[in-house]
């Protein structure tokens, strides 16, 4: 066989192994309490009555990962040695190693630990300040409520459901839309489509920023990279997840959709995030956030958010992502063509578009990954 065709047989292998194991770990759904809104409800009427107290989460009994951790470290021993390609699996089979660890320690002492493995808090502190700029702008404007469009609501044109579903038939998308009650957020991009929680209460604004963050920043890379001939774009770089987040809410703001409100919102959870991440209980954090003028039931929710599985807090990722995203395009504007294309962090892009520059055409975020000539990489 020769040196190309090993190579490409070898990053195929790769691949495989990396999807199978995201799935397999499914990190974030097994932070997920199985009590979560019975504890919500609870902690909720306690503290009404004045007597607050920290939820009693319960949790899925933790998988024995050992095996796929043992197959992703052979996996990253072997790449580590190879080329720029190679070091970046090599690189992402590192990143789900650890998820893997913290995905058996959910509900456990160590997994905080393990958590600020993979979401550390920013070094520097220009970031908190944002958010606590940010969350001071105000509370959630009082007339949310006024002429909100239920989430799930598909005889109205403007509900959250009705414009997702309207954006992926526009676009003949081939995914499905489905409704789920215990999502700890509005809506959420799964390998198979849209998630949205039902009965939340959006105005027709609100509901087109959280569509377009899904489907453009989210669903659109994912499917883009179906289609890729390096699977690095379908199973993602390391980082990838961190940076398609920071790529979404640049979307938002390239849309106009990034005012006050969603400015609050970001920074009360960044804030939040940092408390947990540093060592905070829920309880605590729900003071915290109340003492930033964060409503009562409001400061429960995200707290129960950034405290899932113990304390995983990956929202600490999501403003230095914003932040790492848009410098980067303002630099190098062709790098927004590799993160539309799949799910790439800026470094990996970075590095693909210096070694295998052909892969993605720099024209805009619709170019498609596409299949170069002969290359040792590009046969997967």
Request: proline share 6%; charged share 30%; aromatic share 4%.
């Given at each position: 066989m020769s040196a190309g065709l090993a190579g490409s047989a070898r990053l195929a292998r790769a691949a495989a192994v990396l999807g199978l194991a995201e799935r397999s770990i499914a990190l974030v759904d097994r932070c997920r309490p199985l009590n979560a809104a019975a504890e919500a409800r609870r902690v909720s009427e306690l503290w009404a009555q004045g007597r607050p107290t920290n939820p009693a989460w319960v949790y899925a009994p933790p998988p024995?990962?050992?095996?796929?951790?043992s197959e992703l470290e052979r996996l990253r021993s072997e790449l580590a040695r190879g080329d720029a390609v190679e070091a970046l699996y090599a690189a992402r089979?590192?990143?789900?190693?650890?998820?893997?660890?913290?995905?058996?320690?959910?509900?456990?002492?160590?997994?905080?630990?393990?958590?600020?493995?993979?979401?550390?808090l920013p070094v520097a502190g220009a970031v908190r300040e944002r958010a606590r700029a940010w969350t001071a702008l105000g509370p959630r404007p009082a007339e949310r409520a006024e002429g909100a469009i239920r989430s799930d609501d598909r005889a109205h044109p403007e509900s959250l459901l009705s414009q997702v579903l309207a954006a992926v038939a526009a676009r003949r998308l081939p995914i499905s839309v489905m409704l789920r009650?215990?999502?700890?957020s509005v809506a959420a991009t799964t390998t198979d489509g849209v998630l949205i929680k039902p009965g939340v209460l959006l105005r027709a604004r609100e509901?087109?920023?959280?569509?377009?963050?899904?489907?453009?920043?989210?669903?659109?890379?994912?499917?883009?990279?179906?289609?890729?001939?390096?699977?690095?774009?379908?199973?993602?770089?390391?980082?990838a997840a961190d940076d398609e987040e920071g790529r979404a809410l640049a979307i938002e703001r390239r849309a106009g959709l990034f005012g006050r409100e969603r400015q609050v919102e970001l920074g009360r959870r960044h804030l939040a995030a940092s408390a947990a991440a540093e060592g905070a209980d829920w309880l605590e954090t729900v003071r915290i956030l109340i003492d930033c003028g964060t409503p009562d039931a409001l400061a429960m929710e995200i707290a129960q958010r950034v405290q899932r599985g113990g304390g995983l807090a990956r929202e600490v990722v999501y403003?230095?992502?914003?932040?790492?995203?848009?410098?980067?395009?303002?630099?190098?504007?062709?790098?927004?063509?590799?993160?539309?294309?799949?799910?790439?962090?800026?470094?990996?892009?970075r590095i693909l578009k210096r070694v295998m520059p052909e892969l993605v055409s720099a024209a805009g975020p619709d170019a498609r990954p596409r299949r170069p000539a002969s290359r040792a990489h590009q046969r997967e």
């Open positions: 024995d990962l050992g095996q796929l951790r089979a590192r990143e789900l190693e650890l998820e893997a660890r913290i995905a058996e320690a959910v509900g456990v002492p160590r997994f905080k630990q393990l958590a600020r493995e993979r979401y550390p009650d215990d999502l700890q509901a087109h920023r959280i569509a377009l963050h899904e489907v453009e920043g989210h669903v659109l890379p994912r499917l883009r990279a179906r289609s890729a001939p390096l699977g690095l774009f379908r199973v993602a770089s390391a980082g403003l230095p992502a914003l932040e790492r995203v848009e410098q980067a395009f303002e630099r190098e504007p062709e790098l927004d063509a590799w993160l539309a294309a799949g799910r790439l962090s800026i470094e990996a892009a």
